[in-house]
């Protein structure tokens, strides 16, 4: 099948190039490379043996991405393109809705004009806010608390609309838990620009000594050792979660919202942990004040993953682990990707 996936130079989206290549998928990857870079399509054919196609654009781009689409004879999308860091999303909010919003309608309005009506939308577990049970099921209410959230909830409901509309749309919203890991070749991973928001790439530059601490954020939560939990996901589990969404999307119109998780919570300190007896190195880390907002436990129920998309999490925590550990020791002589 003819694939495009905007955003696919970026960390899930490569990952998920990987998978759909590897099970014999054309993919085409449309970004902008405003948070990845080039060197990206010489490692996808290092991991898969097949040169990636690679077009240079933004996804406001309409006229680009008709384009594209036409041109590739391209049958599915998924669409990883966006802005993703909840706390810069408070600082500069129009410019998340304009990648996040504006961009998807750009591409929803390209691939109505170009006949391509099947679409897997990157969405995420921040669309539920504070749990308000666990595990989170797709039943559970969206509290959206951030400018990021609401982009999400925003392009779901979009999505929504247009299924309603039109009986030929064929759309699924993965809503990922915590992408972590790279794959295995150590190729790949994630590289976050600057000093890391989240946990796990955090924890990676304290192995290697780039970073001196790690701030756990609160030992108080009302969890078994007090330090927050969540459902961390290997990145090659969540690549192969769109592959079955693809095969799902074949064989089912409408519209669908799908939690990609494990259904598994781990601790900060269980990361740690982990983290240390992979890479064999300390991960110093003190106890600081709770990050605002922060919620003390998020993990998914996957039931409905398995049942629509016949699709389970199946890495180890170790897995998790050992992969980011190759990837970021790896950089030294291979340079960010
Ligand atoms: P990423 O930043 O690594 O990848 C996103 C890619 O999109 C980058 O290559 C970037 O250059 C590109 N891009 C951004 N704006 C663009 C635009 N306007 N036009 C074209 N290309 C553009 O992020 P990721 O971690 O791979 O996330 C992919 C998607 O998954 C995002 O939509 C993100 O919100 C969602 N998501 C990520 C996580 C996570 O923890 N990584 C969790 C839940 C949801
Ligand atoms: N966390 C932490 N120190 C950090 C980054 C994160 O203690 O430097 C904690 C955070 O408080 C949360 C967990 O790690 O309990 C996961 O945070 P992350 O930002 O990776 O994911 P999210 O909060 O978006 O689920």
């Known amino acids: 099948m003819n694939l ?31 948070n990845s870079a080039q060197v990206m399509a010489e490692r996808l054919e290092r991991i898969t043996g097949v040169s990636p196609l690679f077009v240079s654009g933004d996804v406001r781009d309409t006229d680009r991405l008709c384009h594209t689409l036409r041109h590739h004879a ?21 410019d998340y809705y304009a990648n996040n919003v504006q961009g998807s309608i750009s591409l929803l309005q390209a691939m109505h004009v170009a ?10 577990a ?3 806010g504070e749990p308000r049970y666990l595990p989170v099921d797709e039943c559970h209410p969206t509290g959206v608390t951030n400018p990021y959230g609401r982009t999400k909830l925003h392009v779901e409901e979009i999505l929504h609309d247009l299924a309603r509309s039109d009986p030929a749309w064929r759309i699924v919203c993965l809503r990922y838990f915590n992408p972590v890991g790279a794959h295995e070749s150590g190729l790949i991973g994630e590289h976050p ?9 955090y924890i990676a530059r304290v192995a290697t000594g780039e970073l001196a601490e790690l701030q756990v954020f609160g030992n108080d939560y009302p969890t078994p050792d007090g330090t927050g939990v969540r459902d961390f996901i290997h990145v090659m589990d969540l690549a192969e979660g769109h592959a079955c969404a693809v095969a799902y999307l074949n064989a089912h119109p409408g519209w669908q919202v799908i939690n990609l998780g494990t259904g598994q919570g781990y601790s900060v300190l269980e990361m740690i942990r982990a983290f240390e007896v992979a890479s064999g190195r300390p991960v110093p880390y003190r106890i600081a004040p709770r990050r605002p907002g922060d919620s003390a436990s998020c993990y998914a129920n996957p039931e409905k993953a398995h049942r629509l998309l016949n699709w389970t999490a199946r890495r180890t925590l170790a ?17 960010p990707a």
């Open 74 to 94: 391209i049958e599915t999308v998924i669409h990883f393109a966006g802005l993703k860091v909840v706390g810069e999303s408070l600082e500069i909010p129009l």
């Open 115 to 124: 006949g391509t009506r099947a679409l897997v939308f990157s969405s995420s």
């Open 319 to 335: 897995q998790m682990c050992a992969t980011t550990w190759a990837f970021q020791s790896g950089m030294g002589t291979e340079g």
């Open 126 to 128: 921040n669309v539920y």
């Open 193 to 201: 620009q600057g000093l890391p928001n989240n946990l796990m790439p």
């Open 4 to 34: 495009l996936l905007t955003g696919g130079m970026g960390y899930i989206g490569s990952h998920t190039a990987v998978a759909l290549t590897l099970a014999g998928h054309r993919v085409v990857l449309y970004d902008n490379l405003s």
